[in-house]
């Protein structure tokens, strides 16, 4: 079992930053893929971003790269989100979540964080 708690999320304006964080206990996350999803009211939940610790391979939504920045430290294991020059279309709950599949696709993913609440301001 993987135990996830997402932090950092808050209101910001539009063009300002925010770092999410995940902490994950139970097992070392060095294994797992981890992705970052978000669920705007009335929207179905979408990919953000993912990152493969071997290969160090990492993936990013079309409407986020270049913006968010997915980073890792194992030794802590924890992920990392940093969300630069915010939209308003970024508002949303964004979740944390693991999986030992190299995946996109959020019914793929075993193990959720409770999620955190992004809000951007125009």
């Known amino acids: 079992q993987v135990q996830l708690v997402e932090s950092g999320g808050g209101l910001v304006q539009a063009g300002g930053s925010l770092r999410l964080s995940c902490a994950a206990s139970?097992?070392?996350?060095?294994?797992?893929?981890m992705g970052w999803f978000r669920q705007a009211p009335g929207k179905e939940r979408e990919f953000v971003a993912l990152n493969r610790w071997s290969g160090g391979t990492t993936s990013y939504a079309d409407s986020v790269k270049g913006r968010f920045t997915f980073s890792r430290d194992n030794a802590k294991n924890t992920v990392y989100l940093q969300m630069n020059s915010l939209k308003p279309e970024d508002t949303a709950i964004y979740y944390c979540?693991?999986?030992?599949?190299?995946?996109?696709?959020?019914?793929?993913?075993?193990?959720w964080g409770q999620g955190t609440q992004v809000t951007v301001s125009s």
């Open positions: 979540a693991a999986t030992l599949r190299y995946s996109r696709n959020w019914p793929d993913y075993d193990y």
């Open positions: 139970g097992r070392t996350i060095s294994t797992y893929a």
